[in-house]
């Protein structure tokens, strides 16, 4: 285990590895303290910058912009109540309420310095899983790896929006999306009413025109927002130790929770920071101190946050699933260099997992540096124009497209899904799952009908191998359980109204 540290730690004698780590910690940042950009956004707009790089680089590179990118989020949150990501809506609650008793400083360097503990923490906890997991995966068959993928989907519909039936819906339409192309087993087109669709449709402009052109549709929709004045910096470095040694069993418990809720596919960092808040109030001696301007309700937000990075690679890296859509398109990414993520990657390529493990440790200090360092510039950068903003997507999207294959296609498939992006987005259908569905929809189907092959078409394999039989029985739970929960309430919403008779 030790001599596979070292292979991790050699890559960054190669200047171009630190040198990647700290331009993607730098983009992160950037991108994150910009609201309504995000992680998933940033590594969409930087894989077309990475076709020409080495493949180590360029995953260290994304790796660092998703974890700086999450704590980017957190900087417009503090300073202007407008949070950069999902993510960090906790962390405004407690952050701008400082902001405007003059602790501008104080929060921040709390959030960052959480931030910290958090993906150092995860990172070990990452080393320490997904090598066992994947050296289990290897034992996969068939109807294990389906399983596995109706598991990691039915995760996704359920946890991904606040209506079971859209995230179904957007599951869907990424399966159907994911037939596109000419089938694996007997070359039949289908869909493909041009040779352009023979190999399905491309990750990366699908990706690009998801995430970011949607974006910038809604940003046009919107028009030029009004700047918000910048709150003063103070006490940016006037935290003293014994402030986060009291908070060392909140640190603990939030890396922990954001760890394991980031390795559910599809939970996300937004949920373990909600959670990890929610336990951290009610564990606190101050409870009622939480949304007017909490030290333990940054940390605990930002802890956790931050440790759903980790998480959220665990899956991807030993199983090949995604764990979040940002880690949807970093498999896209590795891809794109001959890379496939899954069990088999620790033995055919050990640098690439065991780099990241090495450069998520390192990122640590240089991300605390660049964080404090930079905290009065990041502060201005949530007052660029929003048309600005719009305009550098949108080039940057079409422009990578056409690399992609310089060719007009993934041009077009780019304009398509912005466009589809944006109407789902209007009807408030999320697009992780389509994403989701979109990458594992290949492994759903293979594996299934590699399964019935080999079982002369008996169904009952899928049972009666205890290991898919047990993921399929969670799949299920998964489903059932959301949509128990909404008959539930129905059933006492309608006893509620119902007259009394005496």
């Known amino acids: 285990m030790i001599d596979n540290l070292l292979i991790g730690l050699d890559a960054f004698a190669n200047p171009m590895v630190p040198i990647g780590l700290v331009a993607g910690a730098l983009i992160g940042y950037l991108i994150g303290a910009i609201p309504g950009l995000g992680p998933s956004l940033g590594i969409a707009l930087m894989i077309p910058f990475t076709y020409g790089m080495d493949p180590i680089v360029s995953i260290v590179m994304l790796v660092s912009l998703f974890a700086a990118a999450e704590y980017g989020g957190a900087i417009s949150g503090i300073l202007l109540n407008s949070p950069g990501t999902a993510a960090a809506v906790a962390t405004a609650w407690d952050g701008y309420p400082l902001t405007k008793q003059g602790k501008t400083g104080i929060a921040l360097n709390i959030s960052i310095i959480s931030s910290g503990v958090g993906i ?174 909490s030290y333990e309700g940054i940390a605990a937000s930002e802890t956790a946050n931050n440790a759903s990075v980790s998480g959220s690679l665990a899956p991807m890296l030993a199983l090949g699933i995604p764990g979040s859509a940002t880690t949807a398109i970093m498999i896209g990414a590795l891809m794109i260099h001959g890379i496939q993520p899954g069990p088999l990657l620790f033995t055919t390529n050990p640098q690439i997992p065991y780099t990241v493990f090495v450069s998520l440790w390192i990122s640590v200090p240089i991300m605390v540096f660049i964080g404090l360092a930079g905290a009065r510039f990041w502060a201005k950068v949530a007052d660029i124009p929003r048309p600005a903003i719009a305009a550098i997507v949108a080039s940057i999207s079409l422009i990578g497209a056409y690399a992609s294959e310089s060719s007009m296609f993934p041009v077009y498939v780019t304009l398509a899904f912005g466009v589809i992006g944006y109407v789902l987005r209007k009807v408030n259908i999320p697009l992780a799952p389509v994403i989701l569905a979109l990458v594992l929809g290949d492994m759903l189907e293979t594996n299934l009908r590699r399964a019935l092959s080999i079982s002369n078409g008996d169904v009952t394999t899928f049972v009666t191998n205890p290991l898919s039989a047990t993921l399929l029985a969670i799949a299920l739970l998964s489903f059932l359980l959301p949509a128990l929960g909404l008959f539930r309430n129905k059933i006492k919403g309608y006893r509620r109204q119902r007259p009394i008779v005496r």
């Open 120 to 293: 150092f923490a995860s990172a070990v906890l990452l080393f320490l899983t997904a090598v066992p997991l994947s050296e289990y995966a290897l034992n996969f068959g068939p109807t294990a790896y389906f399983a596995l993928a109706l598991l990691g989907l039915s995760l996704v519909s359920s946890l991904s929006s606040g209506s079971l039936l859209k995230g179904a819906l957007a599951m869907g339409i990424g399966l159907a999306l994911a037939t596109i192309g000419l089938d694996t087993q007997t070359g039949v087109p289908r869909f493909s009413y041009h040779p352009d669709f023979f190999e399905g449709l491309p990750l990366v402009p699908a990706l690009l025109g998801l995430f970011a052109l949607s974006e910038v549709l809604y940003m046009i929709e919107a028009g030029a927002s009004h700047k918000t004045k910048n709150q003063p910096m103070s006490g940016i470095l006037a935290v003293p130790f014994k402030t986060f040694y009291k908070m060392k069993m909140l640190f603990l418990r939030s890396s922990l929770i954001g760890y394991f809720v980031g390795v559910i596919p599809g939970a996300g960092a937004s949920v373990g920071s909600f959670v990890s808040y929610a336990v951290a109030k009610r564990f606190s001696k101050k409870p009622e101190l939480f949304g007017k301007g």
